[in-house]
């Protein structure tokens, strides 16, 4: 029996502290086990992804990698850090554009578009695949030219009254309006943590995305705040196509119907969440769930 070592592994299972015997080891993967497991092409796919490498200089931080993602759905990327979720999330939108040395290779297909296409304009891109990130990030402006600040860079709006509605919708939408709705002139970052969340949250939504991309979006709140924004998601989601990074597999399991499991820049899994989490199919993926490694 091999066990790996507990040096080898970011963590192991309290229980057990041990991998499975015929794990295969979390800090290398064999060619056999690059391969995704489960369902890839799905019936009402939003965004198609094919074949995407992702490299930072000399390093490969995503491998061939291929999914789509579905209209409306709400799907979570999970998986030890360093494997690439936020990497590949920020392909959605191009936000790797701004990383000097990020080179993207393969297909990304929405509206039968591909994205890395050259004639592709970025900034009707990232409002239609809007971003919400790790830490709550307001302008430094107020409650109102927060949320205000897409529309009228993007020329959505003609006059005051119909901006005012924007901002008050938009507001209600990301489930602040009552809490805010007095102070609208008062700085985005006097709200607390998770109020300054959701404003990024309407300030996304402003824009009339049609995805939105949110990279461990509660790691900064505590739950109370946490409960809020996975409310929120299951709200949004009636309308929007939902791709969320967490490091939280409760939360995965709450709020998405598909979730992904990544390793060391493989998409090692994809599957309904229900099923990653009861029925893993992969080893590495079974390992991850069951705490062997972090
Ligand atoms: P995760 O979100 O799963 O924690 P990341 O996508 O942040 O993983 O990182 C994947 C790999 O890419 C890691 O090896 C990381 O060091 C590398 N990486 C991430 N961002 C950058 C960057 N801006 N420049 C260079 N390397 C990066
Ligand atoms: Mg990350």
């Not at 901006?163 to 006097?190: F, H, M, Q, Y």
């Amino acid at each position: 029996m091999s066990y790996v070592k507990e040096s080898e592994t970011s963590a192991t299972n309290p229980m057990t502290n041990q991998l499975r015997p015929d794990s295969p080891s979390p800090n290398k993967i064999d060619r056999e086990s690059r391969k995704t497991v489960g369902k890839l092409a799905i019936d009402d796919p939003r965004i198609i992804c094919k074949n995407v490498n992702v490299f930072y200089g000399e390093n490969q931080a995503i491998n061939d990698l291929s999914i789509e993602i579905g209209n409306q759905e709400v799907i979570s990327f999970i998986g030890p850090s360093g494997c690439g979720k936020s990497t590949f999330l920020r392909t959605l939108n191009r936000m790797n554009d701004t990383i000097v040395g990020c080179r993207v290779e393969g297909e990304i297909r929405i509206d039968d578009k591909n994205i890395y296409d050259k004639d592709m304009d970025v900034v009707p891109l990232r409002a239609m695949v809007g971003m919400v990130f790790q830490k709550p990030n307001p302008f430094p402006k107020s409650i109102y030219d927060n949320v205000a600040y897409g529309p009228r860079i993007h020329g959505l709006i003609t006059d005051k009254n119909e901006l005012d509605a924007l901002v008050e919708e938009s507001l209600r939408r990301a489930g602040l309006w009552d809490e805010v709705k007095d102070r609208l002139n008062e700085p985005g970052t006097s709200l607390s943590g998770g109020q300054q969340q959701r404003l990024c949250i309407a300030r996304t939504i402003s824009v009339n995305p049609e995805v939105i991309l949110m990279d461990e979006p509660c790691s900064a709140l505590d739950p109370i705040a946490t409960a809020k924004i996975e409310q929120l998601i299951s709200e949004l989601s009636q309308q929007f196509t939902i791709v969320i990074v967490t490091h939280s597999m409760q939360q995965a399991a709450r709020v998405s119907s598909r979730t992904a499991y990544f390793h060391l820049g493989y998409l090692i899994e994809v599957g309904n969440t229900n099923d990653i989490f009861t029925h893993p199919k992969h080893p590495l993926t079974e390992d991850y769930i069951t705490g062997r490694f972090g």
